[in-house]
């Protein structure tokens, strides 16, 4: 068991009034997922994503993949 705790991060790309997500990749490693919520609501819930279908999404957004937003 792990008792390190989410290092949350927000993208610096995130210049846009605070409609964003953060993400804790810093439990990849130990937890095999990536913890994803609302910047707005730090103390709403929280989606845990298996670290390989997170890394596939940005992969895919970074490729262009997904189309453009």
Same mark, same amino acid.
């Given at each position: 068991?792990?008792?390190?705790?989410? /290092?949350?991060?927000?993208?610096?790309? $995130?210049?846009?009034?605070? /409609?964003?997500?953060?993400?804790?990749?810093?439990?990849?490693?130990?937890?095999? %997922?990536?913890?994803?919520?609302?910047?707005?609501?730090?103390?709403?819930?929280?989606?845990? %994503?298996?670290?390989?279908?997170?890394?596939?999404? %940005? /992969? $895919?957004?970074? $490729?262009?993949?997904?189309?453009?937003?």
């Amino acid at each position: 068991m792990t008792t390190e705790h989410p /290092q949350w991060f927000t993208s610096s790309y $995130s210049n846009n009034g605070g /409609q964003c997500v953060e993400v804790a990749a810093n439990l990849a490693g130990a937890r095999g %997922v990536v913890p994803v919520r609302d910047s707005k609501n730090p103390g709403g819930p929280v989606l845990d %994503v298996a670290a390989p279908s997170f890394a596939s999404f %940005v /992969q $895919s957004v970074k $490729s262009g993949a997904l189309g453009a937003v």
